[in-house]
């Protein structure tokens, strides 16, 4: 009999789940409640059993695919193949008939073909940047081999391949900034379906699909006037799918494309390119997009680039900015041009963690294999005035507050050779000093190790960065959207400062450490500000070391 194997429904709201891996492979024999895949959806990540004993029959939705709950994504035969259904005896008559009707389809001798996707890295990330290939086409790939490298807004990480099989075809170029769910390559499987006969209308479906996809890719070739070597003097430029669709909802016409100096490969025009050309438009900078026939070339080029391009010289030399730097950039303005950013300081004495640290560092460091420093104590304080006060740890939708009830702190990572992630503490409220020291340790070396996953990087509450580890004293960080508030950690520092014993006033050697406190006014005023940071500060200078 043939069963069915559908996308499970794993909670009230949950309407999809996407497919991260499968346990078994066409043609392998399954036992009833065997795992035989795992999905991962908004809720939950779980595995998958088989509903019966059988045979693997077909797999109909591969990994990295997300589809809606009910969907078939794979059949199971039973061993008893005479109790197969009289629908399923149809079917199967049926396509024996088409079969000896139709000549074979050659698209899937010698394996399936199996599309290698732009993943989806994060609840609102929509693009991804192809930074490196590992392989070239004609390579032998392993199944979970890494492929390539992406770069999103979120994370840069590396994409391990779906299946095992020949890379056969490569869709994108390296530094190509791409659409999540588009196809950038193809791999035929080796242990994907044996070869089968297809109907004409099996054919032309499949057909149809392939054109619409190369529609799809190709936008700028299939849909606009192409500008000839004679016309412009060079041959037309690639636009991306995004920059297209960028450039349809602002109206922005193929001259005026043509005539933004692109600042990525090949002098391509990226997303940012485009978004700087439209907002100085929109501000009025760019005084018209129409030239006069007798326009010289020199103001041709001052028109299509308003800003002032440098030329690399004996005493200039030029650096294009990565993918990551970019996105840092953006990320930076888009915060400071929507928070109103204020900025508070402390000054706290570390006397008591400092001298807990001398005693137990290195002990610590033997029983947990990681070593013990200041931050741990300072998430652990942060975590308590967090929860009485709430607002901190919130975010603004239009003119509404979201109060979030987990506390997921986020940690700002450096990463070499000039970049900056930050990754959070899931539930970091849940942690003791231990736990919290474990869990800093794990985020920044997967930071550092292109080992962080989407999960890591998605939903934090509130954040920690810590310049103090490069030796500044203090700053004024910019706040991680969408939240509403950042501290920064100073370095520690031994200083002489005023004590009181008994009204006696006299002049300690102490080690200090300034705390500062970036929040978004339209929603943390200073007062609110201010008894936050004074309830860090008050945490951490009489701090209870049974708690470690």
């Given at each position: 009999m043939l069963f069915e194997v559908i996308m499970p429904q794993m909670g009230e709201s949950i309407t999809e789940g996407t497919l991260i891996k499968w346990h078994k492979k066409k043609?392998?024999?399954?036992?009833?409640?065997?795992?035989?895949?795992?999905?991962?959806?908004?809720?939950?990540?779980?595995?998958?059993?088989?509903?019966?004993?059988?045979?693997?029959?077909?797999?109909?939705?591969?990994?990295?695919?997300?589809?809606?709950?009910?969907?078939?994504?794979?059949?199971i035969v039973t061993e008893d193949s005479q109790e197969e259904s009289p629908a399923a005896q149809e079917v199967q008559?049926?396509?024996q008939v088409k079969s000896i009707e139709e000549p074979p389809s050659t698209t899937q001798v010698g394996g399936e073909?199996?599309?290698?996707?732009?993943?989806?890295?994060?609840?609102?990330?929509?693009?991804?940047?192809?930074?490196?290939?590992?392989?070239?086409?004609?390579?032998?790939?392993?199944?979970?081999?890494?492929?390539?490298?992406?770069s999103t807004d979120k994370v840069d990480t590396e994409v391990p391949s779906p299946a095992e099989g020949i890379?056969?075809?490569?869709?994108?170029?390296?530094?190509?900034?791409?659409?999540?769910?588009?196809?950038?390559?193809?791999?035929?499987?080796?242990?994907?379906?044996?070869?089968?006969?297809?109907?004409?209308?099996?054919?032309?479906?499949?057909?149809e699909t392939e054109l619409k996809t190369k529609e799809s890719v190709n936008t700028t070739a299939q849909s606009q006037p192409k500008i000839t070597e004679g016309s412009r003097g060079q041959a037309s430029k690639y636009y991306s799918p995004l920059v297209m669709n960028i450039a349809k909802k602002e109206n922005v016409s193929y001259d005026e494309l043509e005539n933004i100096s692109g600042t990525g490969l090949n002098n391509r025009v990226t997303k940012n390119d485009l978004l700087n050309y439209i907002e100085d438009r929109k501000s009025g900078k760019m005084k018209s997009d129409k030239k006069e026939p007798a326009q010289s070339k020199a103001e041709e080029k001052h028109a299509a680039s308003?800003?002032?391009?440098?030329?690399?010289?004996?005493?200039?030399?030029?650096?294009?900015?990565?993918?990551?730097?970019?996105?840092?950039?953006?990320?930076?303005?888009?915060?400071?041009?929507?928070?109103?950013?204020?900025?508070?300081?402390?000054?706290?004495?570390?006397?008591?963690?400092?001298?807990?640290l001398q005693r137990n560092k290195n002990s610590f460091e033997k029983n947990e294999s990681v070593k013990l420093t200041y931050m741990p104590f300072i998430c652990f304080a942060c975590i308590k005035a967090l929860k009485e006060y709430p607002l901190l740890n919130s975010s603004i939708d239009d003119k509404n507050i979201i109060m979030k009830k987990n506390i997921n702190l986020g940690i700002a990572v450096s990463v070499e050779p000039n970049g900056l992630i930050v990754p959070n503490i899931k539930d970091a409220d849940e942690k003791n000093i231990r736990g919290l020291a474990k869990a800093i340790s794990e985020l920044s070396y997967k930071s550092r190790n292109k080992g962080l996953i989407p999960d890591d990087i998605m939903?934090?509450?509130?954040?920690?960065?810590?310049?103090?580890?490069?030796?500044?004293?203090?700053?004024?960080?910019?706040?991680?959207?969408?939240?509403?508030?950042?501290?920064?950690?100073?370095?520690?520092?031994?200083?002489?400062?005023v004590i009181e014993n008994d009204g006696i006033e006299s002049i300690a050697i102490k080690p200090m450490m300034y705390l500062s406190l970036s929040?978004?006014?339209?929603?943390?005023?200073?007062?609110?500000?201010?008894?936050?940071?004074?309830?860090?500060?008050?945490?951490?200078?009489?701090?209870?070391?049974?708690?470690?």
């Open positions: 043609g392998d024999p399954v036992q009833k409640d065997e795992i035989i895949f795992e999905i991962s959806t908004d809720k939950v990540d779980t595995e998958i059993p088989s509903p019966e004993t059988g045979t693997l029959k077909e797999i109909k939705v591969f990994e990295n695919e997300t589809v809606e709950v009910g969907t078939v994504v794979a059949l008559n049926k396509s073909s199996v599309d290698v996707i732009m993943p989806k890295m994060g609840e609102s990330v929509m693009e991804g940047t192809i930074i490196k290939w590992h392989k070239k086409v004609g390579d032998k790939i392993e199944r979970d081999e890494i492929i390539f490298e992406i890379l056969t075809e490569i869709l994108f170029n390296e530094n190509d900034t791409i659409e999540v769910g588009t196809t950038v390559a193809r791999i035929t499987s080796a242990t994907g379906r044996m070869p089968i006969k297809q109907t004409k209308a099996e054919e032309m479906n499949r057909k308003p800003k002032k391009v440098f030329e690399e010289d004996e005493i200039r030399k030029i650096i294009p900015m990565d993918n990551i730097r970019q996105r840092i950039m953006y990320h930076m303005v888009n915060s400071r041009d929507t928070s109103v950013h204020v900025t508070a300081v402390v000054e706290v004495d570390m006397t008591k963690i400092y001298d807990f939903n934090g509450t509130f954040s920690i960065t810590n310049y103090g580890v490069f030796g500044s004293l203090f700053g004024t960080p910019i706040i991680n959207q969408p939240e509403v508030g950042i501290l920064g950690v100073g370095t520690v520092t031994k200083k002489p400062v929040h978004d006014h339209r929603l943390i005023d200073g007062m609110l500000g201010g008894k936050f940071l004074k309830m860090i500060k008050d945490t951490l200078e009489n701090f209870d070391t049974n708690l470690v």
